[in-house]
């Protein structure tokens, strides 16, 4: 059984470009969360993708945006990158039914803006 | 809106029992959670306890929460050199997760 994998595992872009991360989700999860973890810090919440629909966003900005395929695989884009925008991506794969969701989390896609 | 807080070091001889402290402030929430970060890796669930629980154990973890202080715990037994990591604690905000800053355990021979 796959748990959730990401791609790329590293990208290097230089500000002003436009980036897309991947995520497949765990085998049976519908749901997908994408968080933000600068270096030395926790993971900060984007947003979550549920039958195809953003249903909760965090604090970022409109150039943080998503997709969910009908297979539940996820994309996260972000456009006219900053410097700031270098961080540890990680997708987070749940089942959104029953109030005991758990989130498990993808190895993370690292992203360095020159 | 919601805050988790943790220490951010902690050194343990090997052996010896680690306790990692965490406090947050939704009253509201139903499960609270430990993950485990080892260096350029993801985050791996060690455990959860519900929030009308005192305590839970696995294995050489236990959880402690004192929701009246809204205080969370992680107590790991016989400490080794494999536990070095970062641990976050995190409470659920709706359909999203908030995360504390991560303690950095490091474990000495």
């Known amino acids: 059984d796959a748990g959730v994998t990401q791609s790329p595992t590293h990208l290097i872009k230089t500000r002003g470009q436009q980036v897309t991360l991947r995520c497949s989700p765990k085998?049976?999860?519908?749901?997908v969360s994408w968080y933000q973890q600068a270096l030395g810090q926790g993971p900060q919440f984007i947003f979550q993708?549920?039958?195809?629909?953003?249903?909760q966003r965090g604090n970022f900005p409109d150039r943080f945006s998503g997709h969910q395929y009908p297979n539940y695989s996820s994309e996260l884009n972000v456009n006219a990158l900053l410097l700031g925008d270098s961080a540890l991506y990680l997708c987070?794969?749940?089942?959104?039914?029953?109030?005991?969701?758990?989130?498990?989390f993808g190895p993370g896609t690292r992203l360095l803006v020159l | 809106g919601e805050d988790v807080e943790q220490s951010l070091f902690l050194s343990v001889r090997e052996g010896d029992s680690s306790v990692i402290n965490c406090t947050y402030t939704?009253?509201?929430?139903?499960?609270l959670y430990w993950y485990k970060q080892e260096p350029g890796a993801g985050l791996q669930l060690l455990t959860y306890?519900?929030?009308?629980?005192d305590m839970k154990q696995d294995q050489r973890l236990t959880v402690l929460l004192n929701k009246k202080d809204k205080h969370l715990s992680l107590r790991i037994a016989d400490t080794q050199t494999g536990d070095s990591a970062i641990y976050f604690c995190a409470e659920r905000d709706g359909q999203n997760f908030v995360f504390g800053p991560g303690t950095r355990l490091s474990v000495l021979p």
């Open positions: 085998s049976g999860h519908d749901t």
């Open positions: 993708y549920y039958e195809e629909e953003e249903r």
């Open positions: 987070a794969s749940s089942l959104r039914t029953g109030s005991r969701e758990t989130q498990y």
């Open positions: 939704d009253s509201s929430s139903t499960y």
């Open positions: 306890i519900f929030s009308n629980m």
